[in-house]
Nanobody, 124 residues
Framework: QVQLVESGGGLVQGGGSLRLSCTLS????????MGWFRQAPGNEREFVSC????????YYADSVKGRFTISRDNAKNTVFLQMNSLKPEDTAVYYC?????????????????WGQGTQVTVSS
C-alpha cells in the first residue's frame, strides 16, 4: 500500500519560514516524481512545486518562485518544501503527491498518490 505522510506545517508569522517534509512508502521513491499542491478555503487545489525522479529538474508556481525550494533525499524517501518569506496568502492545506511519471508537472491528474495534507497558517 502506497502511503505519503506529510509533516512540518504550523502557524508562523508573515516573513517567517517553515519546512515541510513528505515521506513515501510502498513504492520506489527514486522512480517517483514528487509534487506539492495547496488548497485554501473556498479555492481550488493549486500547484506549488514539483521535482523529477533524480531531482535534476524543479518547477514552481509563479506565486512562490524565489521564496520556496523543493528538494528530495532519495536515501530517506523524503521530499522537502522549504518555504521562506511566507505571506498570509500562503495559508492553505499543503498536499504532497507522487507520480509514476518521470515528471509530474503542474497538472494534479498526473499524480497517482496523495498525502492527507498539512495545515500552514501565516499570520499578518
Amino acid at each position: 500500500q502506497v502511503q505519503l505522510v506529510e509533516s512540518g506545517g504550523g502557524l508562523v508569522q508573515g516573513g517567517g519560514s517553515l519546512r515541510l517534509s513528505c515521506t513515501l512508502s510502498g513504492r520506489p521513491f527514486s522512480s517517483s516524481a514528487m509534487g506539492w499542491f495547496r488548497q485554501a478555503p473556498g479555492n481550488e487545489r493549486e500547484f506549488v512545486s514539483c521535482i523529477t525522479w533524480t531531482g535534476g529538474h524543479t518547477y514552481y508556481a509563479d506565486s512562490v518562485k524565489g521564496r520556496f525550494t523543493i528538494s528530495r533525499d532519495n536515501a530517506k524517501n523524503t521530499v522537502f518544501l522549504q518555504m521562506n518569506s511566507l505571506k498570509p496568502e500562503d495559508t492553505a492545506v499543503y498536499y504532497c503527491a507522487a507520480s509514476r511519471r518521470f515528471a509530474g508537472g503542474y497538472y494534479s491528474g498526473n499524480y497517482d498518490y496523495w498525502g492527507q495534507g498539512t495545515q500552514v497558517t501565516v499570520s499578518s
